[in-house]
């Protein structure tokens, strides 16, 4: 006779929702134990026992597999999940985006019988706050010095008896970058292995510096095997008037990465000790990296973190100690500007070149009649990436390995920029055809404060290239242009049910589609028709799509960019093409999307 083990029937381990591992138990229940279980109705206590069990095995199941799901890049869907997987690929997370532009001042500066008097050419400093109409700060990123070569000058004011003049007008242009500066203080314990400092506000665009109670500068790099940093000094040369400093390494000892989620920043540190480390001078590579006694070899010591400082440390630690953080976050959700936006003056911090020879009154008058404005769009990329689009971003970073050969290598570095450096929207890299140059032409377009294109400012491109100039290949030669938009209508006809209000179903419609199209394309991608018949479709009420139907938008509001619809539109109907460098855009959704219902 066969035991009661032996005619066990296997667990089956692939049920793993409520109601197959209830049956299962159910099974189970009535197999082995029919003589003490037999109420099976589903208002009895016994049902609710097995309610409960199936209940607790399927939360056990979704956690299970959420977690296994969050284990992986492809699945991952929580936002800090995907930062920190994309963080393995090398992928940095830039956090809180800034937008970039040029302004410009205007100030009275008193004559003289040759013209403006130059000992009142004011100075405005580096750190200056200004402000724009929607209430965005800007800082002063460069020293403004009135009466350089290029600057403007205009007689502002003349003498009613003499006619000669009494004042000029002098115009002078700065970078500003959005955002202000905040500072924030720890106390620093004793001494901690890989210590972490949070900061306070989630929305730190760019840690300005780090310094404590002693004096000593702590440095970010990028990761804590990095010791050197280049540095600017300044150039008191002959050739300072071309070159006004001049770049050099120096060892950082004391540094500090930076760690982002959408939610706070961390200051990570390494975990050596300050006690060996006696100086900060720049560093001399043939003293530091080369050997001259030990071994009869060399070994490669490209990958090799202690090949200057010789410390395995990763950075020394900061210990009793107060640490004195400075860093700049956006005061407001959206930083771009519009043209003559930027008025306000918030802090100003201006200087003479020699103010004790000179009138308080006159100065003070100087000072009084300062003005400011933005002659272009202050723009960047205003919106943090989605988490379907860091992934994207931190495949391309990782195949790029810090270098650019291909054609996405350079996308990616554009996307990655540091985003105290500005944003673009969308960018697109294109080889010329032409035989006499063979260069690469970089097309890229920015945002304006109401998330519409507008052509990315020259602050920005000469970023773009002095960032991505540090991984090209040497052959490779550069045009940074600006990415044409064609903007778009969108016309359609709709048959609806009887019973539906008209209005009602014309205003889903046009909402459908404004989700459908609710995230930018790229460069170059075309517009399928099929999208607008398919998001028609999802709306309860509508019977069939009668007629899709796509134009250029003309006028004084939309892009001057000429286009063919017609010569672009495939045979069948269903797509539209652009070349590579154009990117199309619905401008006004509310008026672009019309329809008409029978």
């Known amino acids: 006779m066969p035991t009661k083990s032996k005619r066990k029937t296997p667990i089956r381990y692939t049920s793993r929702d409520f109601s197959s591992i209830k049956t299962d138990l159910i099974d189970y229940a009535k197999r082995y134990y029919p003589d003490t279980f037999k109420d099976f109705n589903e208002a009895s206590f016994g049902a609710l026992m097995l309610d409960t069990v199936a209940y607790v095995g399927d939360m056990l199941s979704f956690y299970l597999d959420y977690q296994v799901n969050e284990s992986f890049l492809d699945t991952a869907i929580e936002y800090n999940n995907v930062i920190r997987l994309c963080r393995q690929s090398g992928y940095k997370y830039n956090g809180s985006p800034s937008s970039q532009g040029i302004l410009s001042f205007y100030a009275l500066v008193p004559a003289t019988a040759n013209g403006p008097d130059t000992s009142y050419y004011p100075i405005l400093l580096q750190g200056s706050q200004f402000s724009s109409e929607s209430g965005a700060s800007f800082i002063l990123a460069e020293d403004v ?26 115009k002078a242009y700065g970078k500003a970058v959005s955002g202000e500066i905040l500072r924030e203080t720890f106390n620093i314990g004793s001494f901690k292995k890989f210590r972490k400092v949070a900061i306070s506000s989630p929305d730190v665009t760019e840690i300005v510096s780090v310094v404590d109670s002693e004096g000593k500068e702590y440095f970010e790099v990028d990761y804590l095997t990095q010791d050197v940093v280049f540095k600017d000094f300044v150039n008191r040369g002959a050739d300072k008037n071309t070159v006004s400093s001049i770049m050099k390494p ?29 100086s900060e001078a720049v560093v001399d590579p043939s003293e530091i990296t080369l050997k001259f006694h030990g071994k009869d070899y060399t070994s490669d010591m490209a990958f090799d973190p202690t090949n ?36 306000g003056i918030s802090s100003l911090r201006l200087e003479f070149d020699d103010p004790t020879t000179l009138s308080t009154a006159q100065k003070n008058y100087v000072i009084d009649t300062l003005e400011v404005t933005n002659e272009e769009p202050m723009v960047g990329d205003v919106e943090i990436p989605s988490a379907e689009e860091i ?33 673009v929207k969308r960018c697109n890299v294109i080889q010329d055809k032409d035989p006499l140059k063979r260069n690469l032409n970089l097309y890229v377009i920015s945002e304006d404060e109401e998330n519409i294109l507008v052509e990315t400012n020259d602050t920005i491109k000469s970023n773009i290239k002095t960032w991505i100039s540090r991984y090209k290949m040497v052959n490779d030669t550069i045009d940074i242009l600006d990415a044409k938009v064609v903007n778009l209508q969108i016309n359609f006809s709709i048959l609806g049910e009887a019973d539906q209000n008209r209005f009602d179903l014309l205003s889903e419609a046009v909402t459908a589609i404004k989700e459908k199209f609710s995230v930018m394309p790229d460069l170059g991608e ?19 799509v009668l007629k899709v139907d796509v134009s250029a938008a003309t006028g004084d509001a939309y892009s ?39």
């Open 145 to 170: 010095v009135f009466g350089k070569s290029g600057d403007q000058s205009v007689v502002a004011r003349v003498d009613n008896d003499t006619g000669e003049p009494t004042y000029f007008a002098m």
């Open 526 to 544: 075309p517009l399928y028709l099929t999208d607008v018949h398919e998001a028609l479709r999802t709306v309860p009420g509508i019977l069939d």
């Open 250 to 278: 120096v060892p950082v000892p004391r540094r500090f990465t930076v760690e982002r989620t959408d939610e706070s920043v961390y200051l990570q540190f390494g975990y050596g000790s300050d006690e060996p480390i006696t």
């Open 308 to 343: 200057l400082i010789e410390t395995d440390k990763l950075g020394v630690g900061p210990s009793n100690t107060t640490l004195i953080v400075k860093y700049r976050t956006n005061n407001v959700g959206n930083t771009n500007a519009a043209v003559d936006t930027v008025t």
């Open 391 to 423: 992934k994207i971003r931190a495949a391309s970073m990782f195949a790029s390995q810090k270098r650019a050969v291909t054609k996405q290598d350079y996308i990616s570095l554009v996307y990655n920029m540091p985003p105290h450096f500005g944003g």
């Open 560 to 598: 001057d960019t000429g286009f063919n619809v017609r010569a672009h539109m495939s045979p069948d109907n269903r797509f539209l093409s652009f070349p590579a460098n154009f990117i199309w855009e619905i401008r006004f959704p509310d008026i672009d999307i019309r329809g008409t219902i029978r």
